[in-house]
Nanobody, 121 residues
Framework: QVQLVESGGGLVQAGGSLRLSCAAS????????MGWFRQAPGKERDFVAA????????YYADSVKGRFTISRDNAKNMVYLQMNNLKPEDTAVYYC??????????????WGQGTLVTVSS
């Protein structure tokens, strides 16, 4: 059973930074593309960023490119999202998940509880 536990969210002013963490209980974590998604109030859950299992290649949604950085630590089964220059429109619940590369969808249909990021203007 897949377990994903996100942490690191909080309230920050526009222009500030946060670092999100995700602990994943995937037995072969290093063989999964991993990523982050977010869901703003009243909106659908959207793809944010992903990191490939084999090459470390990263991919970002246009809305966060140049401001967010995804990384992973395969030895610790952890995924991170460094978020800089945050904007009010980044306010959302953030989730990590295994990712289908090129489709940018959840590969395992498993979600954690998410972590709330609130950016004030």
């Amino acid at each position: 059973q897949v377990q994903l536990v996100e942490s690191g969210g909080g309230l920050v002013q526009a222009g500030g930074s946060l670092r999100l963490s995700c602990a994943a209980s995937l037995r072969t974590f290093s063989r999964y593309n991993m990523g982050w998604f977010r869901q703003a109030p009243g909106k659908e859950r959207d793809f944010v960023a992903a990191t490939a299992w084999s090459t470390g290649t990263t991919y970002y949604a246009d809305s966060v490119k140049g401001r967010f950085t995804i990384s992973r630590d395969n030895a610790k089964n952890m995924v991170y999202l460094q978020m800089n220059n945050l904007k009010p429109e980044d306010t959302a619940v953030y989730y990590c998940a295994a990712v289908n590369w090129f489709r940018w969808t959840n590969a395992l249909d498993a979600w954690g509880q998410g972590t709330l990021v609130t950016v004030s203007s």
